[in-house]
């Protein structure tokens, strides 16, 4: 019975939570896009901010979708933390967020910016592949993006 009820539960919550999802990309206007810098760990492992911006760029490319360079929000948010080993070791933590901003309560008088889709994963291994799989990993993560705004808008 216990587990009848957690599993109601977590239904429940995961439920509410892709309902709100939808409501924080519905009539989200053409998003920017933010790397953050990367460090010389990450260009040892081949890893460039050219390499992740096309890597963001293309599925909504694909998708016709538009990218605003200009725009202040929404925007795609990359991070890539990188530590290379001294045995050569690439390992990465990748993660992109669609930030937005949004009224902190009905009628409050403040925005703020909030994450309201977000994705990540670590990698590791050698650098000879490395940035190629870095690459791969935040492509995945953009048509992913791509796909909950073409659903939700």
Not at 5 to 27: E, K, M, N, T, W
Not at 48 to 54: K, Q, R, S, Y
Not at 118 to 140: C, I, P, Q, Y
Request: glycine content about 6%; proline content about 3%.
């Amino acid at each position: 019975m216990r587990r009848l009820v957690s599993r109601g539960l977590a239904a429940a919550i995961l439920a509410l939570a892709a309902s709100a999802h939808a409501q924080y990309l519905q009539g989200a206007a053409p998003p920017s896009i933010l790397i953050e810098k990367l460090d010389e760990d990450a260009r040892q492992c081949g890893i460039t901010e050219d390499l992740l911006d096309a890597a963001v760029r293309l599925p909504f490319a694909s998708a016709n979708l538009r990218i605003n360079d200009s725009a202040l929000t929404p925007y795609v948010y990359v991070n890539v933390n990188v530590l290379r080993l001294s045995s050569g070791l690439c390992v990465a933590n990748v993660a992109m967020d669609l930030k937005r901003s949004m009224w902190a309560s009905p009628g409050a008088s403040r925005s703020m910016i909030a994450s309201v889709w977000s994705k990540g994963a670590m990698l590791s291994g050698g650098a000879s592949n490395f940035g190629r799989r870095v690459s791969d990993a935040t492509e995945t993560f953009a048509k992913q993006l791509v796909g909950a705004w073409l659903k939700d808008n």
